[in-house]
Nanobody, 115 residues
Framework: QVQLAESGGGLVQPGGSLRLSCTFSGSIFGRYVMGWYRQAPGKQRELVAN???????IYGDPVKGRFTISRDNAKAMVYLQMNSLKPEDTAVYYCNARWTSYNFWGQGTQVTVSS
């Protein structure tokens, strides 16, 4: 059973930066498409970024040019570097792992952007 554990969330001022980390365990990391999603209060969960097995990346439109996703296959970790944060980036951020019909989620980490 895959387990995902996010860390790195917190409170940051507008214009600031945060780096989220996700630790993967329980299967072969390199098989999985890894991603970050977020959900703000009263809104649907939305894609932040995906990184495919060959390191191709896909970003949601609201974060393009500000966020960077990366993965370390040796450490079985995925990261999300968030720069130029805006109040509208406030949400719970979830790590996701997908492979064939398998789809796993972490518990989420809160990111709050506020002055």
């Amino acid at each position: 059973q895959v387990q995902l554990a996010e860390s790195g969330g917190g409170l940051v001022q507008p214009g600031g930066s945060l780096r989220l980390s996700c630790t993967f365990s329980g299967s072969i990391f390199g098989r999985y498409v890894m991603g970050w999603y977020r959900q703000a209060p009263g809104k649907q969960r939305e894609l932040v970024a995906n990184i495919l097995r060959g390191d191709s990346v896909i970003y949601g439109d609201p974060v393009k040019g500000r966020f960077t996703i990366s993965r370390d296959n040796a450490k079985a970790m995925v990261y999300l570097q968030m720069n130029s944060l805006k109040p509208e980036d406030t949400a719970v951020y979830y790590c996701n792992a997908r492979w064939t019909s398998y789809n796993f989620w972490g518990q989420g980490t809160q990111v709050t952007v506020s002055s």
